[in-house]
């Protein structure tokens, strides 16, 4: 199994609203990142976890919370978001072989309103 | 950070013409990752380079790796309506720290 599956494809919320973002992937990976990708720009890097740590933290706003539940899930907790935050996320996982490729997840296309 | 720089930002072909995008920085790169991603899509892994002037091949895309390790280029030859997507080079500025360059989009006119 190759994938990584991230819910809910699409997502509409308020700005007052508290959501999740969910990431799964069953590839034995160890490291497992969080990008947004906003219209015609690349994905930018917000989060990674390595072995269920969190080891990197891209100054994103606390308004975005990670959590890495086990090796195989990686959430985003979205609270109090500015329609500035509309974008693509994208889940990522990679292996610890000498080549990194990271696996894409599909992405969560988020309307903040 | 750093970003690093593609040129073009974007390329109308004609179909079976032939497709070069370049990935400029102006510090040296452990490796360089090359990803594709269909409009609507995910970036989907192509390939890795790590060594000095390696020049890698996947059938028409051709990859290569600068002699200084700052540079990086990908070439489609005869390129088909299937090439269509943005074109994304990608490097670890430290451990894990995957970060992507300004992607390249590819139209491709049958």
């Known amino acids: 199994d190759t994938e990584v599956t991230q819910t809910p494809k699409h997502l509409v919320m308020g700005m007052t609203n508290k959501k999740s973002l969910k990431c799964e992937q069953h590839m034995g990976h160890r490291a497992m990142y969080w990008y947004k990708q906003k219209a015609k720009k690349p994905p930018e890097l917000m989060f990674v976890?390595?072995?269920?740590?969190?080891?990197i933290n891209e100054s994103v706003p606390s308004r975005f919370s990670p959590e890495c539940p086990n090796s195989s899930l990686l959430n985003l907790h979205l609270h109090a978001l500015q329609p500035e935050d509309s974008a693509l996320y994208l889940c990522?996982?990679?292996?610890?072989?000498?080549?990194?490729?990271?696996?894409f997840g599909q992405g969560t296309r988020l309307t903040v309103v | 950070g750093q970003q690093v720089m593609q040129i073009p930002q974007y390329q109308h072909v004609q179909e079976g013409e032939d497709f070069t995008t370049y990935c400029n920085s102006s510090t040296t790169l452990s490796n360089i990752q090359w990803y594709k991603q269909r409009p609507g899509g995910h970036p989907v892994f192509l390939i890795q380079?790590?060594?000095?002037?390696e020049v890698k091949k996947q059938k028409r895309l051709t990859f290569q790796f600068g002699e200084a390790k700052k540079n990086s280029s990908l070439h489609i030859t005869a390129t088909q309506t299937t090439d269509v997507g943005t074109y994304f080079c990608?490097?670890?500025?430290?451990?894990?720290?995957?970060?992507f360059g300004t992607g390249t989009k590819l139209q491709v006119i049958p």
């Open positions: 976890y390595s072995y269920e740590k969190l080891s």
């Open positions: 380079l790590v060594k000095s002037g």
């Open positions: 990522a996982s990679s292996g610890d072989g000498q080549i990194t490729e990271a696996f």
């Open positions: 990608a490097t670890e500025r430290g451990y894990q720290k995957v970060t």
